[in-house]
Every structure is written in C-alpha cells, then in structure tokens.
C-alpha cells in the first residue's frame, strides 16, 4: 500500500503529474467523459502497471490520450477521413481507430494491428497533456468492470492505496465514455462503442461515407477474454457489486419488485408521489437521472447514482430503461451491461 495524493490542478501539481508519468508513475486524471488511469504510453512497464492495478484482462486495449497539437503519425496511419473527422469532433469525447505504428507496443492494444487514440477536452487534461512529450495510456481509473469513476473521490474510493496521485478536476461533464469509431476504411464508419456523440451529428459530418451501428449483442462467456477492438464491450462491465436489474415501464416494476428485500430504485425522471412515499416503509430507496428528462444530465448522474444505490442498504438495484433520445443507445447500453448476468 502507498499513500495516495489527491491533488488540485494547480500549476504545481500538473508539472509534479506531468514528471510522474515521465518516470513511469501512475496518475488519475480527468477527462469530461470519465477519470482515466493514465501512464506513459512509451513506457510498457508503466502500462503495464495499469493492467495490474485496474485487474483488467490484456485482452481489452487501452486508449491513448494526447494533447491536440500533438504529431499522430508517430503512433497511428493518418487517414483522410480521419484528419477530416477530428477538425469537427477534437478535442472532445471521441475516441478514433487508426492502424497502429511499431512505436506502440502490443501490449497497450490487445495485440491488435489497430490503436485507439483521443484528444480530451477537459481543461485539466489538456493543460496535463500539454506538458508531456508522449501519449498517455488511460482507461478509467476503477477495478475492472466496475462502475466507472466522475469525481476524484470516486477513483480515490476505488484505488486509494494502489496509486501514488489523484489529479482533481471537479466532476465529469459528460460522465460516459467515450464514442469509440473505427475510421480505418475510407468509405465506412464503424461505431465499436456509443458514447455522448449524438449520431445525426456524426452522419452530417461523415457527409457521403456511410456509417455502420455497432451488431446486436451476442452472449459472451464471461471467462472469455480474447482480445476485443475497443474497450467497454465485454458482455458484463460498468457493474456494482449488488445484483442490478432493468425495467421499461414503471407499471412493469409495481408488478415484479419482491416484497421480501430492501432495494434501491433508479428512474430517468422524478417518480410520482406513489412511489416516493414507498421509501417511507424503509425498504426502498428512490434517486433518479434527470428532473425533466435531459439527457446530457442523465449521462452526467448515472455512474454517480449507481455508486451511491451501490453503497445504500438496498440488497438489489433497479433501474429504469433510458427512452428514446440523443444519448439512450449509450445510456441503454452502459445499463444492459451492467445488468448482465
């Protein structure tokens, strides 16, 4: 065990994370997707050290962070629909797919040909990033598969003592992952994972070159960790350690909740009086998403308010299907993850 600094991105403590990560340390950053456990992408043992904190299979590929001037022909195969690509959505939350150069050793990409590269709009990221001289490996700063992390304190909940520092910059606006698009082949988009990235935007910018949705979910083993294109798409991730369950109609749930348990509910918005006076008898427990249905500030809360029915006396979650909208596929498909058996 190590002490674990949590430390304010002052001018200070970005040169002292910036020179940790160029001796090989671990830091947990910020980014407005998720915090991201980062380390010297030219540094494998440093990556490496990544893998072993997060308990994370080598099976599942890390995504380099790098600041926006930064020269991405030294890790990755520009192509022209990327270079395209990246003046509308960098930086930002999107994550590209390119072929990887020899300077990224396979470690950090699954053994895979392909590497995941993204510029994080985050101001703290960037003033960090700014400050390296190389790409930094970052998935989020959490046990494997467990629920990701939007506040410092989150990661320091999760890996106090197993990371020397925790770079605070306040709370996530995003608060999802980020849209992971596979831009190798010039005339299709791949989606590999949904994130904020609303897909009429993206079908504008892509202009002529079609896009192609991610394939319907095919049941995983869960031992299975053969090497994947992204990360964040196994069968079973972003989940709490209590059973979760999913349910589409609040008339479904009235129905089906056991009587014997305590549990803890999460709505997409305010439930009705009926169901907050429920939590009078002490065995329920009500939070939900948004006031008014934003989604934006649904994918704001949602890792927050699993974390906290996580921790709450429920011995089960359930939680309410996200409706159509600019971000349910995400958000839908962060929870039917989390639910998986």
């Known amino acids: 065990m190590m002490k674990t600094r949590l430390l304010s991105p002052t001018n200070d403590h970005l040169d002292l994370c910036a020179e940790a990560l160029q001796r090989g340390e671990l830091v947990a950053i910020p980014t407005e997707t998720v915090y991201g456990l980062a380390a010297n992408a030219f540094n494998e043992e440093a990556c490496r050290d990544i893998f072993a904190v997060k308990g994370r299979p080598l099976g599942d590929p890390l995504i380099l962070h790098l600041a926006k001037d930064y020269p991405v022909a030294e890790i990755a195969r520009e192509t022209d629909l990327f270079t ?48 390296c001289s190389f790409p930094v490996a970052a998935p989020s700063a959490n046990p494997f598969g467990y629920i990701s992390p ?28 980020s849209t992971i698009l596979d831009v190798r ?22 202009g002529d ?69 429920a939590e009078a008898n002490a065995q329920v427990t009500c939070y939900w998403l948004s006031e ?10 949602l890792y927050a308010c699993l974390r906290t029915l996580d921790a709450s006396p429920g011995e089960e979650i359930w939680v309410e299907t ?20």
């Open 322 to 341: 996200i409706p159509p909208g600019p971000l349910s596929k995400a958000l839908n498909d962060r929870l039917v993850r989390a639910a998986a058996k």
């Open 84 to 131: 395209r690509l990246r003046k509308v959505f960098w930086p930002g939350p999107v994550t590209f797919v390119l072929e990887k150069t020899p300077r990224i050793a396979a470690l950090l990409t699954a053994g895979l040909s392909s590497v995941a590269i993204r510029c994080p709009a985050h101001p703290v990221a960037k003033d960090l990033l700014r400050r």
């Open 292 to 301: 008014n249905g934003d989604q934006e500030e649904m994918g704001r809360n």
């Open 150 to 177: 939007t506040t410092a304190q989150h990661v320091e909940a999760s890996l106090g003592g197993k990371i020397p520092y925790v770079l605070d910059g306040g709370s996530a606006e995003v608060g999802l992952e």
């Open 209 to 277: 070159v079609s896009v192609e949705l991610p394939p319907e979910r095919a049941h995983q083993d869960p031992a299975d960790h053969s090497p994947r294109e992204a990360p964040g798409t196994l069968w079973r991730h972003y989940s709490p350690s209590k059973p979760l369950h999913l349910f589409t109609t609040r008339k479904q749930l009235k129905e089906i909740l056991p009587n014997s348990k305590k549990y803890s509910l999460l709505f997409h918005t305010r439930p009705s009086g009926d169901f907050l006076s």
């Open 185 to 206: 082949d010039p005339h299709k988009i791949r989606i590999l994972r949904y994130g904020s990235l609303d897909l009429t935007t993206l079908q504008e910018a892509a």
